[in-house]
């Protein structure tokens, strides 16, 4: 296990049992990154750095019981909330989850490379900056896939309550904080087409992209 899983181990383990208060306030922008996903009935979404699942009740709701959900996510008490989530909701979409970092999810063995919908990084600024995790999603998602990304970005200088905000933020959520001038350096230049709006006075990003 190297340091900064184990970093992040302990950051996601102390805050599993309140994240789901904690994250309350982020529910419309949730709302809005997964409508942009457009997901239709049948389709398969990756949720990466799923966390405790608090997406999954609209992306199973999207997908439908002939859909699919791969949840991927390395922390083992943020993932009991989810699989605890699901087992209470009996969803009838199959859910798989993926207790591994993105960066070494066997995706090839859940999914056929090329073949899944969409996938959905919403609040996973460590994740997004793992060239080769994104190397996995990109190669599980068929052309024209969506991929959305959501999280905290510094916003221009001349507002400096919302990057002081970011910067709390971050302090408490994020292990790797470079690139939070631009989170999605690593994953817009590797799509199609992607455009970014912001969000919060500038301290949060909305980006919707195509394979
Ligand atoms: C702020 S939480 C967001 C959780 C969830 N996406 C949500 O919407 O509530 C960030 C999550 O990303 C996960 N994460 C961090 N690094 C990751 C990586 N390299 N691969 C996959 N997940 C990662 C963390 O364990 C944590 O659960």
């Not at 809005?32 to 997901?39: G, K, S, V």
């Not at 009991?80 to 090839?108: G, H, M, N």
Request: net charge neutral; hydrophobic share 50%; proline share 7%.
């Amino acid at each position: 296990m190297s340091l900064s899983i184990e970093r992040l181990q302990a950051l996601y383990t102390r805050r599993a049992a309140v994240y789901d208060y904690e994250l309350m306030p982020v529910a419309p922008l949730r709302r809005e990154a997964i409508a942009a996903l457009e997901l239709a009935p049948g389709q398969t979404v990756l949720d990466v750095g799923g966390g405790t699942g608090l997406s999954l009740p609209a992306l199973t709701q999207a997908v439908g019981e002939r859909g699919r959900v791969i949840a991927i996510e390395p922390c083992t008490a943020m993932m009991s909330q989810a699989r605890r989530r699901a087992a209470v909701a009996a969803w009838r979409t199959p859910i798989d989850f993926v207790d591994s970092t993105v960066e070494e999810a066997p995706l090839e063995t859940l999914v056929a490379p090329g073949s899944a919908d969409a996938a959905l990084f919403f609040f996973t600024h460590d994740a997004l900056q793992q060239p080769l995790g994104l190397s996995r999603v990109l190669g599980a998602l068929k052309p024209g896939a969506r991929v959305v990304a959501a999280g905290l970005v510094w916003a221009a200088p001349w507002w400096p309550l919302s990057n002081l905000f970011v910067m709390g933020a971050a302090m408490h959520s994020i292990i790797s904080p470079q690139r939070l001038d631009c989170p999605w350096h690593d994953l817009a230049p590797r799509l199609a087409s992607a455009e970014v709006e912001r969000r919060w006075l500038g301290s949060a990003y909305l980006l919707k992209g195509w394979r």
